[in-house]
Each structure stands twice: as structure tokens, then as C-alpha cells.
């Protein structure tokens, strides 16, 4: 199974007077990227909450979206601290005083002052609310795969046809390569013969030379590596997983063995088909890059 690194899973779970709603969208990304957006009395939560997505995410930029709502009046996730908050509003008020400064101190600006909200879980209530949100976790986690499943297969699948075309052309190639490499041949033994003269007096000197150079346009090795770089990619693909970086350094090799194609060809045809092998390959890079 080959999975996109885009998705989006959502998952909701109410339990002990607790509503748990956990939304998670991923983007494509090199490595993997997780960024919370939750209550801050959550934060102590973050780290165990970060283990059960690593343990089946590995790449991609993801978001995940905590929001809490509780039926049970007695189970306030945060309250103020009045101690914090008299001895703030004191302190401002000094200050107002003594440098002169205009205005009325609200509520907002002491609310908004770090410590008088404070969490006010036990770490048993705390304990409680993290089942609740793991539980809708893995929820989000399941429809987030399930949608980057889906996506991944019409990525192979799109990625397959392309091969297809690949081979085409390959075949195509592979054809033409004799007719390319004797007339490789013979433009040698038109430069060889107007360099060493009078050709009747030196065949075998100049077709040894001419064989030697033919063989620096030959193209059997790079048809045979890169058929073998089609097979291994499809194979990978069939087999499935997190198969992302290993496509791309594939494709890359397939890159490197069409460019030399080219370089060792000056047939029109061929070039031509060459270009068409470029154009498939460009294709499915941008296609790797979704693929975690």
C-alpha cells in the first residue's frame, strides 16, 4: 500500500463528561512535522500524544487540532489564581501611578497576564482527560490514513502509466540503437580516413580505431540499466510502504541513464524519444514528492 503525505482524518469520542473532537490535516513535507493546536493546560500532554502519531506517521507536515468541551460542571480544565491576580493588578496600578500614564486597567489585561489562569487538573483528572483524547487520536489517525491511501493509489497508479510510456519509448530506442551505432560508425571512418590518408593502405588500423571510438556511443548498458531501474521501481511499488526517498533515488538513477541516451546519440528519432522519456520522468518525480 502506498500512502500520499496529504490527508485529512477527524475523530470524536465523549466519555466521563468529557467531548474530545481531534481534526489532523498533512501536507507534503522532507521529514515529518507535527504542530498542535490545543489548550495550553493540554501542553503537558504533547509529548505522549506526539509518540502515537510517530509511531505511524514518518513523513509529512502535519497539523493536529484538539478542542474539549465538558459536561460535568465540577471538571473545570483551568481557573484564575486571585492571589496572582491581586498582587498583578497592584503591581500595574503602582506602575499607572507612578509614571502618570492614562487609562483604566480591565479585566482583559489581567486575564491576559501568564499564571493567573492556571490549570487546575490533578494529575488523575489529567490522566483522564489524556484516554479521552488519545482515544479520538487514533480515530483521526485511521481516517488520516485511510485518506492517504487513497490518495497514494491514485499516485501509483498514475505513476505505473507512465512507466508504461517509459518502456514505449524504450523499446522504441532500443531498435533504432544499431542503425545509430553504424552510423556513428561510419562518420569515424570518414574523420579516421581523411586523418590517416589513403584508407586502402590502413583498414584494419583505422576499423580497430573506429571500433574502439564506436564503442564510447554504444547504448546497450544504459537500455539494460534502465530497464532495470523500471523494474525494481514497479516492483517497490507493488510491495508497498514508505517507499518515498527510495522512489526518488530510483528516479534519479533513471535520470542519470536517459541523459547519457541522449549525450551518446545523434540520431533525430532517438533524441526524440529520449525527450518523450524526460518529460514521463520529470512526471513522476513530481508525483514521488506526494508520496511519504
Known amino acids: ?34 504542530r498542535f493546536k490545543m489548550p495550553q493546560y493540554l501542553s503537558p500532554l504533547e509529548h505522549r500524544l506526539r509518540s502515537i502519531i510517530i509511531d505511524k506517521i514518518q513523513r509529512g507536515k502535519v497539523s493536529v487540532y484538539i478542542n474539549l468541551s465538558f459536561s460535568n460542571v465540577d471538571f473545570k480544565p483551568s481557573k484564575i489564581d486571585f492571589t496572582a491576580a491581586e498582587s498583578f493588578f497592584d503591581d500595574i496600578s503602582a506602575l499607572k501611578l507612578k509614571l502618570g500614564l492614562p487609562g483604566d486597567i480591565d479585566i482583559s489585561t489581567i486575564l491576559n497576564i501568564p499564571d493567573v489562569i492556571v490549570s487546575s487538573h490533578t494529575e488523575e483528572e489529567l490522566e483522564i482527560v489524556f484516554l479521552v483524547i488519545s482515544d479520538a487520536l487514533e480515530i483521526a489517525i485511521d481516517e488520516l490514513l485511510k485518506s492517504k491511501s487513497r490518495e497514494g493509489e491514485l499516485l501509483s497508479t498514475d505513476i505505473v502509466s507512465r512507466i508504461l510510456l517509459i518502456r514505449s519509448s524504450l523499446d522504441k530506442i532500443e531498435k533504432l540503437a544499431p542503425g545509430n551505432n553504424e552510423r556513428q560508425l561510419e562518420r569515424l571512418k570518414e574523420r579516421l580516413g581523411s586523418v590517416l590518408g589513403d584508407i586502402q593502405h590502413d583498414e584494419n588500423r583505422l576499423l580497430t580505431e573506429a571500433g574502439l571510438l564506436a564503442e564510447r556511443y554504444d547504448i546497450t548498458e544504459e537500455i539494460v540499466r534502465l530497464r532495470s531501474h523500471l523494474d525494481n521501481f514497479e516492483k517497490d511499488l507493488k510491495k508497498g510502504g514508505i517507499l518515498g526517498k527510495r522512489l526518488n533515488f530510483i528516479a534519479q538513477e533513471m535520470g542519470r541513464e536517459t541523459n547519457t541516451i541522449g549525450s551518446k546519440c545523434s540520431d533525430f528519432e532517438i533524441s526524440r524519444y529520449v525527450i518523450d522519456i524526460k518529460e514521463e520522468s520529470e512526471k513522476i518525480r513530481e508525483q514521488i514528492a506526494n508520496i511519504e
Do not use: A, D, F, H
Not at 500520499?4 to 515529518?32: D, H, P, Q, W
Open 1 to 34: 500500500m502506498i500512502y500520499s503525505m496529504t490527508g485529512y482524518g477527524k475523530g470524536r469520542v465523549e466519555s466521563n463528561g468529557i467531548g474530545v473532537e481531534v481534526e489532523m490535516n498533512s501536507l507534503n513535507s522532507r521529514y515529518l512535522e507535527l
